[in-house]
């Protein structure tokens, strides 16, 4: 794909203006907010985003920041966190390609954003968006129904917290990336872990080693099986589930 021109953005993330809708090649548009347009209103979509490259551990928005842009994950993997008030994090999300990321019903950014791995997003100022959206009332209802399922997640993730021991949060975990994997066309086993551990006991109200301890059980156990390149078989699926569930 021809780049027209580059720009940089916060802490050195490249962003490509493309010369050619990047929205024809996306893999991931069926997943995205962008399928609910049809191809020859993509190109009006496609005229207001810039792609925007970042490593790994590259903070894309801080907590508090001017929410003025709002983000598509097209490739890699994105963590949504907030910091306590004592200085510790809690992880609130990891974020796939697909994902959407940057909604906020004030002016500022309620949470921070960071990249896992090296990721691409497809980056839209929010203005010039939510002028797309009165244009495109499908796409509001689109969008409106992904932010529906982040809070179904994030009810999930409460009941995780809330009820479930270190053994079946992590196997729940586990079960989640999987299924996510699987509704985006990857495959789902073995499963791709590129979290840290410290990222995993972040997100699940853990201590990371807790979380260590936890994935060493399971591995003795044959549950699952640490590959290298941050993948994890699961080998008992229905014992995992078992776990997860409470059995």
Not at 67 to 87: I, Q
């Amino acid at each position: 794909m021809a780049l027209a021109e580059h720009a940089c953005t916060r802490d050195g993330a490249i962003a490509a203006k493309v010369d050619v809708s990047p929205c024809n090649v996306c893999p991931v548009r069926s997943m995205s907010v962008c399928s609910a347009l049809e191809a020859d209103e993509l190109k009006r979509l496609a005229d207001i985003l810039v792609s925007v490259k970042v490593e790994a551990g590259h903070t894309l928005f801080g907590e508090g920041d001017c929410a003025d842009a709002l983000f598509n994950v097209t490739a890699g993997t994105m963590k949504l966190y907030k910091l306590l008030p004592d200085g510790r994090r809690q992880i609130t999300g990891f974020l796939l390609p697909g994902d959407f990321l940057g909604l906020s019903i004030n002016d500022t950014y309620a949470y921070s954003a960071e990249s896992v791995t090296q990721a691409t997003l497809c980056r839209f100022p929010r203005r010039r968006l939510e002028s797309l959206l009165e244009d495109y009332p499908k796409m509001q209802r689109r969008l409106f129904a992904m932010a529906s399922s982040e809070l179904a997640a994030a009810q999930d993730q409460m009941l995780l917290l809330g009820r479930k021991n270190a053994r079946e949060r992590i196997a729940s975990f586990l079960l989640m990336l999987s299924e996510r994997a699987r509704r985006r066309g990857y495959k789902e086993n073995p499963v791709h872990v590129p979290m840290s551990r410290s990222d995993i006991a972040d997100y699940l109200g853990l201590t990371t080693e807790t979380v260590s301890r936890t994935f060493t059980q399971l591995k003795t156990s044959r549950a699952i099986s640490l590959l290298e390149g941050g993948k994890v078989r699961l080998n008992d699926i229905e014992s995992l589930q078992e776990l997860a569930e409470g059995a």
